[in-house]
């Protein structure tokens, strides 16, 4: 049995960490959540309030960092250097600033580094946006997922109005616009539809209908 890289990639909120996680445990494969990376760092840079313009000094904080993706019954927990961040990255200053500390070339570089040793010699589902484009261009299968602005917006709002968070369905909308705008326009390894990834579109789809299509076209390419 040939080892299967899954890359799921798009824009925020298309419920590429969702869908990938139920992929990953239908088809008992390592999950690994690429975005939860540049959230951990943005997050360590925040409270050692470097400057997130400051590409050496992220670069760095990142040598002397360590982020484990540790799987538990309870889902995936995020530490940096021991210390659970699990909920800590997933903040609106999070939000805000991870896609600045992302565009750094020599960031991603280390990122990358890191993410191809973790997929390496294991079948694994990625999401992120460079998946498929520069982390494992070589992956079995690519899935491009995408949902309207206003449907991935609302989404967000629901589960924010869930958990009894205050919530704004409006700012959310321009918060994942702007992120989106900055993901796809940076220099480096920018949000891209790979050439040979399948696009998705989940607008109308439920997240099982979406797991679904992905693990058969996981099956046709095993
Ligand atoms: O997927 P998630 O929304 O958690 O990702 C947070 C941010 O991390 C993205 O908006 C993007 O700026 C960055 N990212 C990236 N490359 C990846 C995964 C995430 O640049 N592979």
Not at 5 to 20: E, F, L, Q, R, Y
Not at 142 to 170: D, I
């Amino acid at each position: 049995n040939n080892l299967m890289n899954i890359a799921i990639d798009g824009p925020a909120g298309a419920g590429k960490s969702t869908v990938a996680k139920l992929v990953a445990e239908r088809l008992s494969y390592l999950y690994i959540d690429t975005g939860a990376m540049y959230r951990a760092l943005t997050y360590a840079a925040l409270e050692k309030n470097v400057n997130l313009e400051d590409e050496d000094a992220l670069d760095q904080l990142l040598e002397g960092i360590d982020i484990d993706l540790k799987h538990t019954k309870n889902g995936v927990l995020v530490y940096v250097n021991k210390a659970d961040v699990t909920e800590l990255i997933r903040t609106d200053d999070v939000n805000k600033h991870v896609s600045l500390v992302a565009s750094h070339p020599s960031v991603r570089i280390e990122m990358v580094e890191r993410q191809r040793t973790l997929a390496k010699g294991t079948d694994a589902v990625l999401d992120g946006r460079d998946i498929g484009t520069y982390v494992l261009p070589d992956a079995e299968l690519k899935v491009f997922l995408t949902a309207s602005v206003e449907e991935r917006a609302r989404r967000r709002h629901e589960e924010q109005v869930k958990k009894g968070l205050p919530s704004n369905l409006e700012e959310l909308k321009k918060d994942i616009a702007r992120r989106d705008e900055l993901d796809s326009t940076r220099e480096f390894a920018p949000l891209k539809k790979a050439n040979d990834a399948v696009e998705i579109d989940s607008t109308s789809m439920s997240i099982e209908e979406v797991a679904a299509s992905i693990i058969n076209l996981a099956k046709e390419r095993a």
